[in-house]
Antibody, heavy 123, light 109 residues
């Protein structure tokens, strides 16, 4: 059964770079049937999509964050990663990674999620 | 940008009641790319409905989705205590490519 697990520092200083990794287990990340995405949720608020990436490195992004975000995928490690630069307190959130099926019979919705990791931006 | 507006903000109902949640889009959304999620406190969201009306794996049939164009509805036919959660709608296809609604909280009395 496919599982996703986020990892990374829980505390980042303002103006620094937030770095998170999502490890996929129980299946391969190297499939043309899926994109892999990052979504965040500030405390007590709603969900904000950040960016998606597929096995070949194709991405689509949220323009509101695009200038600060880099997403990458490492097939050999079955992982994908998020870098968010120049963070502020507004970037404090639970960060989730998730799978996004895009095959002809895919859901085009995030069907498997990691448990989420809380990242606090504070000095 | 396609904005998704969910209503009501909070729904307080008794067990066994029927819940009707609305999601209105600022522009037409392709039904194929419309979904609903459930999020319980302290948990990650769970996919309930995709393609506007298809139930995800393992979702009970008391959850149903309907709608098209700019108006979509999630119906929970017989509320159970474990349905206490926040429900989000989501679309793919505009710019930004993917957006979520602000959520509806369902409280079971």
């Amino acid at each position: 059964q496919l599982q996703l697990q986020e990892s990374g520092p829980g505390l980042v200083k303002p103006s620094e770079t937030l770095s998170l990794t999502c490890t996929v287990s129980g299946g391969s990340i190297n499939s043309r049937n899926y994109y892999w995405g990052w979504i965040r949720q500030p405390p007590g608020k709603g969900l904000e999509w950040i960016e998606n990436i597929n096995h070949s490195g194709s991405t689509y992004h949220n323009p509101s964050l695009k200038s600060r975000v880099t997403i990458s995928l490492d097939s050999s490690m079955n992982q994908f990663s998020l870098l968010l630069r120049s963070v502020t307190a507004a970037d404090t959130a639970v960060y989730y990674c998730a799978r996004y099926p895009v095959a002809t019979d895919g859901s085009f919705a995030f069907d498997i999620w990691g448990q989420g990791t809380m990242v606090t931006v504070s000095s | 940008e396609i904005v998704l507006t969910q209503s009501p903000g909070t729904l307080s109902l008794s067990p066994g009641a029927r819940a009707t949640l609305s999601c209105r889009a600022s522009q037409t959304v392709v039904s194929r790319y419309f979904a609903w999620y459930q999020q319980k406190p302290g948990q990650a969201p769970r996919l309930l409905i995709y393609a506007a009306s298809s139930r995800a794996t393992g979702i009970p049939d008391r959850f149903s989705g309907s709608g098209s164009g700019t108006d979509f509805t999630l119906t929970i036919s017989r509320l159970e205590p474990e349905d206490n959660a926040v429900y989000f709608c989501q679309q793919y296809g505009g710019s930004p490519a993917l957006t979520f609604g602000g959520g509806t909280t369902v409280e079971i009395k």
